[in-house]
């Protein structure tokens, strides 16, 4: 149940998602937590202020997929692209929205964050999954920092003056469910292709979700297991 007492505000969500605010933690841990229980739909975020380190807005939602674990793992590019709109709905004008393979998500060439994925213990590539949970991590602000402007591999919300960060949180649950709407009737291909042009001249998206580069292919499967982009308390500054 959300808190409103505790919240930043009420979230205006579309059906089936519910919404939990965590005051302390991670999102994406207590998402997990949540899934086998309250299933599909349950969305968990949190935000904090830097003190020590830099600030976050954090959410994750769960999923219950209805195909097989290797085609079903293709939503991790469709939740990408949910974020992607979603920043770009919500930043101030002419900034460039783009991805580092396969989470990352930056804004003007800068880290501002990115996704993760975790898929219910033991799930084979050709079994459903009970669920699957995305997980986005954004840089809120950098006020720990003396000089940000030193560090120019990042930036945050703050910086780039998103003046209300949790309606990037309501856009992202609208772009995903358009994003699947969008699959299941004009198919992979264009939300491949899609994808593949927001990268920085990594590659192209294949059919199954994989990135083919001038040096062979590199399966989606092994790419999210590993984020690059982000240290053991969040996206790297």
Same mark, same amino acid.
């Given at each position: 149940m959300l808190d409103d007492v505790t919240a930043p505000r009420a979230l205006l969500l579309?059906?089936?998602?519910?919404?939990?605010? $965590?005051?302390?933690?991670?999102?994406?841990?207590?998402?997990?937590?949540?899934?086998?229980?309250?299933?599909?739909?349950?969305?968990?975020?949190?935000? !904090?202020?830097?003190?020590? #380190?830099?600030g976050r807005f954090d959410f994750a939602v769960v999923l219950e997929p209805e195909t097989p674990l290797s085609q079903a793992r293709k939503a991790f590019i469709l %939740?990408?692209? %949910?974020?992607?709109?979603?920043?770009?709905?919500?930043?101030?004008?002419?900034?460039?929205?783009?991805?580092?393979?396969?989470?990352?998500v930056r $804004?003007? #060439?800068?880290?501002?964050?990115?996704?993760?994925?975790?898929?219910?213990p033991d799930t084979a590539e050709d079994d459903i999954p009970d669920w699957m949970v995305l997980g986005v991590e954004l840089i809120a602000d950098r006020d720990h920092l003396s000089a940000p402007g030193n560090q120019p591999d990042s930036l945050s919300l703050k910086?780039?003056?998103?003046?209300?960060?949790?309606?990037?949180?309501? !856009?992202?649950?609208?772009?995903?469910? $358009?994003?699947?709407?969008?699959?299941?009737? #004009?198919?992979?291909?264009?939300?491949?292709?899609?994808? !593949?042009s927001k990268l920085a001249n990594e590659g192209t998206i294949t059919m199954d979700g994989d990135l083919q580069t001038a040096d062979g292919l590199v399966a989606l499967k092994d790419a999210v297991t590993m984020t690059p982009w982000r240290n053991e308390t969040g996206p790297k500054l």
């Open positions: 579309p059906p089936p998602y519910t919404a939990h605010w $965590l005051a302390q933690g991670d999102a994406f841990d207590h998402a997990i937590s949540l899934a086998p229980e309250h299933g599909a739909g349950t969305l968990v975020w949190h935000a !904090s202020a830097g003190q020590k #380190g830099p %939740g990408m692209l %949910g974020l992607g709109d979603a920043i770009a709905a919500h930043c101030p004008p002419e900034r460039a929205v783009g991805f580092g393979w396969p989470g990352e $804004l003007d #060439g800068a880290r501002l964050g990115g996704m993760r994925l975790c898929v219910a910086e780039e003056e998103f003046e209300d960060p949790p309606a990037i949180l309501e !856009s992202f649950a609208s772009y995903l469910m $358009l994003n699947f709407d969008r699959m299941a009737h #004009g198919g992979f291909e264009p939300l491949a292709a899609q994808y !593949s």
